[in-house]
């Protein structure tokens, strides 16, 4: 079946740009992550959606950072005003339920000049 | 404090040579554990988990990994390495009960020599 897509592939962007990407989970999947990459810092949770609860954000870096997941299904996360530092790989995952097995998308390489 | 520890930054080894990859975490309770490989500009691709039971567990293409408790280790092995096993590996871990997100460990780049 189809996996976890995620788009655009590449960003790239001007510092105090808006940005907003974007994540299709796995059809049926009620859990939905993301994640940041980024060479000083590693593979991060950032945030995190489970069916109707109130998502877990505490792992975003700051008020310029948020994200929404509409229907329970497509997930997008918003940064504000970007900055250099934001730049990194944005991973999306799901699973089938929480504390199950997470699949992970390709990716949002982002670049804030 | 807790954490996931992946001692080895980089590793290479020759094709057809065993293959050891180390992580210990430090928690309170035993957690659950993964092992994720992420190819040059690929995803992560999961290749085993271990939540509980067995100690040993069988992955994809051929790797396996062992839960020690007493060391509070998950070590992955593959028994002989293929050229096309070069990639990151990764560590991973949930805590049961307090939050489902993955905590990683910083990685092991594999290098497979001809």
């Known amino acids: 079946g189809a996996g976890v897509s995620q788009s655009p592939s590449n960003k790239v962007t001007e510092k105090g740009k808006d940005v907003e990407l974007r994540c299709d989970p796995i059809s049926g999947h009620t859990a939905l992550y993301w994640y940041r990459q980024s060479l000083g810092q590693g593979l991060e949770f950032l945030i995190y959606f489970q069916g109707n609860s109130a998502p877990d954000k505490s792992g975003l870096p700051s008020d310029r950072f948020s994200a929404e997941r509409t229907g329970g299904s497509v997930s997008t996360l918003t940064i504000q005003r970007t900055q250099q530092e934001d730049s990194a790989v944005y991973l999306c995952?799901?699973?089938?339920?929480?504390?199950?097995?997470?699949?992970f998308g390709p990716g949002t390489r982002l670049t804030v000049l | 404090a807790q954490s996931v520890t992946q001692p080895d930054i980089h590793i290479t080894v020759s094709e057809g040579a065993s293959l050891e990859l180390r992580c210990n975490y430090s928690?309170?309770?035993?957690?659950?554990l993964f092992w994720y490989v992420q190819s040059p500009g690929q995803g992560l691709q999961l290749l085993l988990k271990y939540f509980s039971g067995d100690t040993l567990v069988q992955g994809i293409k051929g790797f396996e990994a062992e839960f020690k408790r007493s060391q509070s280790s998950f070590n992955l092995r593959k028994p002989s390495v293929h050229w096309s096993d070069a990639a990151e590996y990764f560590c991973?871990?949930?805590?049961?009960?307090?939050?489902?997100?993955?905590?990683f460990g910083t990685g092991t780049r594999l290098a497979v020599r001809p």
């Open positions: 928690y309170g309770a035993t957690p659950y």
């Open positions: 995952a799901s699973s089938y339920d929480r504390e199950d097995t997470q699949y």
């Open positions: 991973a871990v949930v805590l049961k009960g307090s939050g489902d997100k993955l905590t």
